[in-house]
């Protein structure tokens, strides 16, 4: 799946959901994104580096922000800092709604112009 991009303020962060699994012939999103500084220097390798070290162990990316996990759709998230960076309450309040957005239109995930 390709990364998503997001603007909060001066902090541009770059989101890679976990997996994209498809059932029945559809796409269902993954209940987990990683979340990194993005400073524009992203490429395919540098995110396929990313996605191969993502839960595997302590992640040492300088850029690395943690997780967000959706336990229940709309009604409980979970926001792990486990990097060197972590958000505030509001970034994670506000990327979440970014995220939810996302997940309840199935249009977006598939041919986006990044």
Sequence with gaps: MIPLYCQMGNLSLIILPDTLAHLNGHAVIT??????????DNGPEKERNRESMLHLGEIKDPDYYGFITFELPDKLFVYTADGSQ?????????????LSDFRSNPGLWENRDL
């Design 31 to 40: 209940h987990t994104y990683s979340i990194f500084r993005d400073r524009g």
């Design 86 to 98: 972590e958000l505030s309450t509001e970034q994670v309040e506000r990327l979440i709604e970014f």
